[in-house]
C-alpha cells in the first residue's frame, strides 16, 4: 500500500489555466505539507496543515491554495498558473506538526506550464 | 565535479568504495539534522537524522558526523551499491521549529 499518494503524476496546462492536485496519507498522520521542487532540486516548504488547519504559509503567492478536506487529504489548487509554477510538487506527512518527526513524502507531481 | 544544467555538486565514485557527502548548514540554532535520499523520479526518503547533543550516528552501511563548531554535517556510505544513485539532501531544524529547511542537495553516481 503507498503510504502517501498523489494525483496527477504529471500535469501539463497552458499558462492562466486553473489547476489542482491531489494528495492522501494512508499512515494516520495529523499534519500534512506541500513542498516545491524547483528544476534546480531545491525543495521548499509551502505549506503546512494540522488536522485540517494552516499551520505553516510560507509567503507563497495566493494564487495557491490549499485545502485540507480530512487530515488523511491535502490538495493544492493553483489559479491562473504562471510559467514559474513549472516545478515538481511534493506531499508529505508526519504524525505531529513539529520537524522532529520523520516526514514521509509522495512521489510528485511534476507540473509543466506552457 | 559539477553537474552542468543542475548546477548542483556530483560525487562519483565506484562500486564497493566509501562515499562521504558533505554539507554546510546556516543556522547556528539548528539542533535536529536529517539525511534524506531522492531516486529518480520519486520522493525524498529519511535516511538517517542526528541531534545536536551527538557528534557521530551509525545507520545500516551510513553514518552521520556532525561538527557543530563548523557547522558541517557529512554523510559516510560503506561500500556504495549502484542503487545508492541519487540526489542527497541534508535538512535541519530547531528546538520548537515545525518546518524543515533542505540544503542544495548532491548527486551520487554509482560507477559499476
Known amino acids: 500500500d503507498t503510504a502517501v499518494s498523489q494525483t496527477p503524476k504529471y500535469l501539463v496546462t497552458q499558462m492562466g489555466n486553473d489547476k489542482s492536485i491531489k494528495c492522501e496519507q494512508n499512515?494516520?498522520?495529523?499534519?500534512m505539507y506541500w513542498y516545491k521542487q524547483d528544476s534546480k532540486k531545491f525543495l521548499k516548504i509551502m505549506f503546512s496543515y494540522n488536522n485540517k488547519e494552516l499551520i505553516i504559509n510560507e509567503t507563497v503567492p495566493n494564487r495557491f491554495s490549499p485545502k485540507s478536506p480530512d487530515k488523511a487529504h491535502l490538495n493544492l489548487h493553483i489559479n491562473s498558473l504562471e510559467l514559474g509554477d513549472s516545478a515538481v510538487y511534493f506531499c508529505?506527512?508526519?504524525?505531529?506538526?513539529?520537524?522532529?518527526?520523520?516526514?514521509?513524502f509522495g512521489p510528485g507531481t511534476r507540473l509543466t506550464v506552457l | 565535479g559539477e553537474s552542468v544544467g543542475l548546477h548542483l555538486p556530483t560525487l562519483s565514485v565506484q562500486e564497493g568504495d566509501n562515499s562521504i557527502i558533505n554539507c554546510a548548514y546556516s543556522n547556528s540554532a539548528s539542533d535536529y539534522f536529517i539525511w534524506y535520499k531522492q531516486e529518480s523520479g520519486k520522493g525524498p526518503q529519511f535516511i538517517i537524522d542526528?541531534?545536536?547533543?551527538?557528534d557521530k550516528r551509525q545507520g545500516q552501511r551510513v553514518t552521520v558526523l556532525l561538527n557543530k563548531t563548523v557547522k558541517h554535517l557529512s554523510l559516510q556510505i560503506a561500500a556504495t551499491q549502484p542503487g545508492d544513485s541519487a540526489v542527497y539532501f541534508c535538512a535541519e531544524t530547531w528546538e520548537y521549529g515545525n518546518k524543515l529547511v533542505f540544503g542544495a542537495g548532491t548527486i551520487l553516481r554509482v560507477k559499476s
Open positions: 508529505a506527512s508526519s504524525q505531529r506538526p513539529v520537524a522532529y518527526d520523520e516526514q514521509f
Open positions: 542526528i541531534r545536536s547533543n551527538m
Open positions: 499512515l494516520g498522520h495529523d499534519t
